[in-house]
């Protein structure tokens, strides 16, 4: 399957069945805007524009503005699924969104492409209205045999322990930014916790707040023997 970064913590999931899109902050996204403002070829960034993404579901890990700024409108032109937690599943059905399917923290759903376990991220989920979002969550997705942890927004917990009981993960993507989640230090011992060196990092550089050193922190990783990716904007990767 391709994984494709959108910038923050928006990546589309291309499995053999459905394509994935995760917590869609595109258009509002600066990073995203010079990366296609620069593109040598625009055709290459088809992805990176919210009109022009091709999904079949959209996975919305919580409320915040920076994971469902473009939502609404992908939701409406496509026809995709959101699969979130009830009350934001809810707030799109009011707004004419039927095609949902809602979760709650510690439940699994099997979907066309494989199945889906919403698990708890510490952290806070309001509505960009003000609305409750209900509790913060992250994924772990199964398919086409490859397991993927997509942690949300998220303090270090020992909750995370758990899914590695559960389950062997082949990629743990993570944030990685700091000041509003995880930073680098909480996610090598995440990595540790979820028993994956696998990391791709997610949810930094957006805001000055969440800016990161790149190498320096690869390097941190690698003197771990762990392999930390941090994907370009707009760049694929088959996993
Ligand atoms: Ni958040
Ligand atoms: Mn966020």
Redesign the pocket.
């Known amino acids: 399957m391709q994984l494709t970064y959108l910038g923050?913590?928006s990546f589309l999931l291309k499995t053999k069945v459905s394509t994935l899109l995760f917590d869609p902050f595109i258009s509002p996204n600066s990073l995203v805007n010079e990366v296609r403002k620069n593109a040598l070829d625009p055709a290459a960034m088809a992805n990176l524009d919210p009109a022009n993404i091709k999904c079949d579901y959209v996975l919305l890990s919580?409320g915040?503005e920076?994971?469902v700024a473009d939502a609404e409108a992908i939701l409406k032109r496509t026809g995709a699924k959101v699969v979130s937690n009830f009350e934001i599943v809810s707030w799109y059905a009011a707004k004419g969104i039927t095609n949902n399917h809602p979760m709650n923290l510690g439940g699994r759903w099997t979907f066309d492409f494989g199945r889906v376990k919403y698990v708890p991220a510490i952290?806070s989920s309001g509505l960009p209205d003000g609305a409750y979002g209900g509790n913060p969550g992250g994924f772990v997705i199964q398919a086409d045999g490859k397991t993927i942890y997509y942690s949300g927004?998220t303090a270090l917990s020992y909750d995370m322990k758990l899914i590695a009981e559960e389950f062997e993960l082949d990629y743990a993507i993570m944030?990685i930014g700091d000041n509003?989640?995880m930073g680098p230090k909480d996610v090598l011992k995440a990595s540790d916790f979820v028993n994956c060196n696998n990391v791709i990092g997610m949810?930094y550089d957006t805001f000055g707040y969440i800016k990161i050193d790149h190498s320096e922190t690869i390097k941190m990783f690698e003197s771990k023997g762990k392999k930390l990716t941090l994907m370009n904007i707009g760049e694929t990767k088959e996993l």
């Open positions: 923050h913590s919580h915040h920076d994971h952290h927004d944030c509003f989640t949810h």
